[in-house]
């Protein structure tokens, strides 16, 4: 089992930054990949972007491509997301995910957290 725990959700207005984190714990995930999907009132969840644990590969969604970047602390066990250029269309939960394949099907994750939410104001 792994668990994992967002943090840094909140109101920002269009143009500025949030920086989200995510703790991992319960597993060793060397072997893992971790990745970040939102879900905006009423729509499907959206991919955002993965990190690969072991040599931190990264591959972004289309619609953040160039505003957010993951990155990861392996000492911590904590993945994080920066996120620039805010737009009103990012609002919504933000959840970080692990699993196995690096991959931007949002079913392809294991393991979930609760998400945190970010809103966007125009």
């Known amino acids: 089992q792994v668990q994992l725990v967002e943090s840094g959700g909140g109101l920002v207005q269009a143009g500025g930054s949030l920086r989200l984190s995510c703790a991992a714990s319960g597993r060793t995930l060397a072997d893992y990949v971790t990745g970040w999907i939102r879900q905006a009132p009423g729509l499907e969840r959206e991919f955002v972007g993965v990190i690969r644990w072991n040599t931190g590969a990264t591959y972004y969604g289309e619609s953040v491509q160039g505003r957010f970047t993951i990155s990861r602390d392996n000492a911590k066990n904590m993945v994080y997301l920066e996120m620039n250029s805010l737009k009103p269309e990012d609002t919504g939960v933000y959840y970080c995910?692990?699993?196995?394949?690096?991959?931007?099907?949002?079913?392809?994750?294991?393991?979930w957290g609760r998400g945190t939410q970010v809103t966007v104001s125009s």
């Open positions: 995910a692990v699993g196995t394949r690096f991959s931007i099907s949002t079913t392809s994750y294991d393991f």
